[in-house]
Nanobody
Framework: QVQFVESGGGLVPPGGSLRLSCAAS????????ISWYRQAPGKERELVAT????????NYADSVKGRFIIFRDNAKNTVYLQMTSLKPEDTAVYYC??????????????WGQGTQVTVSS
C-alpha cells in the first residue's frame, strides 16, 4: 500500500524557518521523482518543489525559489523541504507525492494527511 506521511509543520512568525519531512512507503522510492505541493484555503493545489529520483536535479516554483530547498535520503525513503524566510502567503497545508515538475503525479489516489504551515505574527 502506497503511503505518504508528512510532518514538521507548525506556526511560525514571518521570516521564520521550518523543515518538513515526507516519509514514503509501498513503492520503489528511489525510482521516482518526489514533489512537495501545497494548498491554501480556497485555492487550488500548487506544485512547490520537485527532486529527481537520485536527487541530482531540483525544481522550484518561482514563489519559493531562493527560500526553500528540497532534498532526499533514499536510504530512509524520506524527502525534506527546508523552508526559510517564510511569508504569510506560504500558509497552506503541505503534501508530498511521487510527481515531476511537469505536473505528472504517479499516486494520485494516495495523498497523505498533509502538514499545516501557518506563517503569522
Amino acid at each position: 500500500q502506497v503511503q505518504f506521511v508528512e510532518s514538521g509543520g507548525g506556526l511560525v512568525p514571518p521570516g521564520g524557518s521550518l523543515r518538513l519531512s515526507c516519509a514514503a512507503s509501498g513503492f520503489t522510492f528511489e525510482g521516482y521523482a518526489i514533489s512537495w505541493y501545497r494548498q491554501a484555503p480556497g485555492k487550488e493545489r500548487e506544485l512547490v518543489a520537485t527532486i529527481s529520483s537520485a536527487g541530482e536535479s531540483t525544481n522550484y516554483a518561482d514563489s519559493v525559489k531562493g527560500r526553500f530547498i528540497i532534498f532526499r535520503d533514499n536510504a530512509k525513503n524520506t524527502v525534506y523541504l527546508q523552508m526559510t524566510s517564510l511569508k504569510p502567503e506560504d500558509t497552506a497545508v503541505y503534501y508530498c507525492n511521487a510527481g515531476n515538475q511537469y505536473g505528472r503525479i504517479w499516486f494520485e489516489r494516495y495523498w497523505g494527511q498533509g502538514t499545516q504551515v501557518t506563517v503569522s505574527s
